[in-house]
């Protein structure tokens, strides 16, 4: 069973800056896509930031030029550096895995910014 772990979440104020990061329980390698979704209070789950080992790596308009994706293979792990960050990107950040024919999802983490 492939587990998925975020943390990294928190508060923090417009304009400043978190770090998610996503653990994997297999080597990354095993994936052929990442990805990072955002879900805001009351709304569907999208994705923000995503790697996929055809494609690269790509980013939604609302967040190109303030958030970062990366991958450690060595770690097993990805991350989102968020910077510039805004009161409309609060919610839930939930990290994504894909390889032929399944699909992974961690537990998400909370992420609050205030104005």
């Known amino acids: 069973q492939v587990q998925l772990v975020e943390s990294g979440g928190g508060l923090v104020q417009a304009g400043g800056s978190l770090r998610l990061s996503c653990a994997a329980s297999?080597?990354?390698?095993?994936?052929?896509?990442m990805g990072w979704y955002h879900q805001a209070p009351g709304k569907q789950r999208v994705l923000v930031a995503g790697y996929t080992n055809a494609g690269g790596t790509n980013y939604a308009d609302s967040v190109k030029g303030r958030f970062t994706f990366s991958r450690d293979n060595a770690k097993n792990t990805v991350y989102l550096q968020m910077n510039s960050l805004k009161p409309e990107d609060t919610g839930i950040y939930y990290c994504?895995?894909?390889?032929?024919?399944?699909?992974?999802w961690g537990q998400g983490t909370q992420v609050t910014v205030s104005s």
């Open positions: 994504n895995a894909v390889r032929v024919g399944y699909e992974y």
């Open positions: 297999t080597s990354i390698f095993n994936f052929n896509a």
